[in-house]
């Protein structure tokens, strides 16, 4: 079953041709990753803001639905043309588990990984898609990634030098991890923090990243709850994007004009059009 929301990438077709199986999605402009590599400084601070409000919101869909995407960094995220946000790359994407049940441990770009994932926990949720947003911040205004590390280990050194200790929870799974066996974990003599790692940055996109980089996966606000916060809302920001959103949806919308509902009919022996259900989303 497809969700379909205005920041998620549409699948159009699912085809069968020669015992093959092809998904057929929307096509987007070009990525974050594309936008980053052609600014090499960062993003200015409107247009991030914009892309944040939109990536946020998609996510904040899939949480709604009990998806989380599991693999959000700057080359999963398109953007049209009107500079509309698509989040693409849904192949790590899968549904909530039950409280018993257990998840795969490796997902994610390891720059993006939340650190209950680098430790291994097992049980973990819609929060590691808010740490994922909160790394790309910084990253977005400043055109560096925030934790760049060579390795599990050297990851969380990178994470704990900048927002401390992990919790007690996250240190026995990591004493515990075979990955890591032999290993201490790093110790961090002086913290260097957002605010003095990036001085010259907007305090209340600082704010927004210390929101989504809480160590304690149990104190990141969900999407929803970011969205409806000061970063977007202090000076009537989200009131005024969302009607310029409409817009550019609505002109993205008219320059594909592609049939969202494709009927099932037979192209050739072993070439079928399979038609989807969809959700739909105001």
């Known amino acids: 079953q497809q969700l379909r929301h205005e920041n998620l ?27 980053l590599e052609a600014s090499p400084s960062g993003l200015d601070y409107d247009r991030v803001r914009k892309y944040l409000f939109q990536i946020m919101r998609g996510i904040a869909f899939c949480h709604s639905h009990n998806i989380i995407h599991r693999d959000i960094k700057p080359e999963n995220i398109l953007v049209s043309q009107s500079g509309v946000v698509k989040l693409c790359d849904f192949g790590f994407a899968r549904p909530l588990a039950a409280s018993e049940e257990v998840y795969t441990d490796y997902v994610a770009t390891r720059w993006y990984r939340a650190p209950e994932l680098l430790v291994g926990d097992s049980k973990y949720g819609r929060p590691v ?24 280990i050297d ?76 970063f977007f809302n202090k000076d009537g920001f989200a009131e005024r994007f969302t009607q310029e959103l409409k817009q550019k ?7 594909h004009q592609f049939q969202k509902n494709p009927k099932i009919y037979k192209r050739d022996k072993g070439d079928v059009l399979e038609e989807r259900k969809t959700i739909s989303v105001q």
Not at 135 to 147: A, K, N, Q, R, V
Request: net charge negative.
């Open 9 to 35: 990438v549409n699948l159009l077709d699912v085809c069968k041709r020669k015992k093959r199986w092809y998904l057929v999605f929307e096509f987007v402009d070009h990525t974050v990753l594309d936008d």
């Open 129 to 152: 898609d808010v740490w994922a947003i909160g790394s790309l911040i910084t990253e977005m205004l400043t055109g560096e990634p925030l934790f760049p590390g060579d390795s599990e």
């Open 155 to 230: 990851q969380l050194f990178h994470i704990t030098k900048c927002l401390g200790n992990l919790i007690p929870r996250q240190q026995e799974l990591f004493y515990k991890n075979p990955l890591f066996a032999g290993l201490k974990l790093p110790e961090v003599n002086e913290l260097e923090s957002l605010e003095k790692r990036y001085p010259k940055l907007p305090p209340a996109a600082l704010d927004l990243a210390k929101e989504c980089l809480q160590i304690d996966p149990d104190k990141r606000p969900s999407c929803t709850e970011l969205l409806q916060g000061d």
């Open 249 to 255: 949806i609505q002109k993205d919308a008219r320059d």
